[in-house]
């Protein structure tokens, strides 16, 4: 059972070093960008609502997140868990929360952008709280895929 978390854990550092691989390469293409004729105000709007609708999404998921791992924490007796089953239940737990609390950060950031009327979203007191909540929303992914695949295996 150790050697399939092992290489569960393996095949999830893979996956993500091979998106961030290629998300590295999308991103350091170069780009031409024609100027817009629209009005600036608009494009910002446009861009806040956007960042929005996807706090929206990761705020969404990890509640979510957090329901099934409750669905899946409560649906036997407390006394059958051994403690150490319940190690990437608490990892997800804990990763999810602290995505919902990148989150809170993240909103608040860009309420800042908006009362300050900063002209761009493109700043690293925007960006990292994004990223962070993102990351962290999948990292509690893996882990709360590894305890449903450890309570799977030990049901068959």
Do not use: H
């Not at 998921?61 to 150490?84: C, I, N, Q």
């Amino acid at each position: 059972n150790n050697s399939i978390s092992i290489a569960f854990y393996i095949g999830c550092i893979v996956i993500a070093v091979a998106m961030g691989a290629v998300t590295y390469y999308i991103n350091s293409k170069p780009y031409f960008v024609a100027m817009s004729s629209g009005d600036p105000a608009t494009a910002q709007s446009r861009a806040l609502d956007a960042y929005a609708a996807m706090n929206n999404y990761l705020t969404t998921l990890a509640t979510a997140l957090l329901g099934g791992l409750g669905l899946f924490l409560t649906r036997r007796p407390k006394d059958v868990y051994d403690p150490r089953e319940l190690w990437p239940a608490a990892l997800s737990g804990l990763s999810v929360c602290v995505s919902l609390y990148w989150g809170y950060v993240s909103s608040q950031n860009v309420e800042w952008a908006i009362e300050t009327s900063v002209g761009s979203l493109d700043l690293d007191k925007i960006q990292w709280p994004r990223i962070l909540q993102c990351s962290t929303i999948l990292l509690g992914v893996v882990f709360f895929a590894d305890f449903v695949r450890r309570e799977v295996t030990k049901a068959e």
